[in-house]
């Protein structure tokens, strides 16, 4: 079964950091490209962030850049988020998701989602 | 950066057609993908490339994509299929970029 399983959520003071982890199985992690997303409570979907399949792609949205860092380790079929400077607006539920085709198919898997409070 | 723009709310009656719209500048030359959302869940991709089902969504799904104007097409709308829906583009400037979402109502 093709799966993604998030996990690293948790409660953080402002400025603090997390590091998520995103462990996929059921298919060749190593062919696909990776996002995260996030969900604000009560709000939509935001793009995080974008790898390549070998990490030779990079993207993030201007709202992250400078403080998140996204990483996969295909050996060990799992995608990284490290997460600096955390910030009030940073709390949200955090989805890993495979996009095929570095993207051209969409997300055509997602995780369940891990929730991160960022509050004093 | 580049922007989508979505109807906040749609409502349609048991068994019609429900149309949900994403507006973007040109559009019609991306790649238009479509999510679908229910309370508590991860999104499901419901339409790939504008117009594709991914195996296992149901024919009544559909898209297109022309001009400035991508359609979600929901015919003989069921009520398992309120949600919310979601668009989204690959752009050369902004990389990955959602709509703002619609909620479906089946009234």
């Known amino acids: 079964e093709v799966q993604l399983v998030e996990s690293g959520g948790g409660l953080v003071k402002p400025g603090g950091s997390l590091r998520l982890s995103c462990a996929a199985s059921g298919f060749t992690f190593s062919s696909y490209s990776m996002n995260w997303v996030r969900q604000a409570p009560g709000k939509g979907l935001e793009w995080v962030s974008s790898i390549s399949s070998s990490s030779s792609y990079i993207y993030y949205a201007d709202s992250v850049k400078g403080r998140f860092t996204i990483s996969r380790d295909n050996a060990k079929n799992s995608l990284y988020l490290q997460m600096n400077s955390l910030r009030a607006e940073d709390t949200a539920v955090y989805y890993c998701?495979?996009?095929?085709?570095?993207?051209?198919?969409?997300?055509?898997?997602w995780g369940q989602g891990t929730t991160v409070t960022v509050s004093s | 950066s580049y922007e989508l723009t979505q109807p906040l709310s749609v409502s349609v009656a048991l068994g019609q057609t429900a149309r949900i719209t994403c507006g973007g500048n040109?559009?019609?030359?991306?790649?238009v993908h479509w999510y679908q959302q229910k309370p508590g869940q991860a999104p499901v991709l419901v339409i790939y490339r504008d117009s594709n089902r991914p195996s296992g969504i149901p024919e009544r799904f559909s898209g297109s994509n022309s001009g400035n104007t991508a359609t979600l097409t929901i015919s003989r709308a069921q009520a398992g299929d309120e949600a919310d829906y979601y668009c989204q583009v690959w752009d050369s400037s902004t990389a990955v970029v959602f709509g703002g979402g619609t909620k479906l109502t089946v009234l």
């Open positions: 998701a495979r996009a095929p085709s570095g993207g051209d198919y969409g997300m055509d898997v």
């Open positions: 040109n559009i019609g030359s991306k790649n």
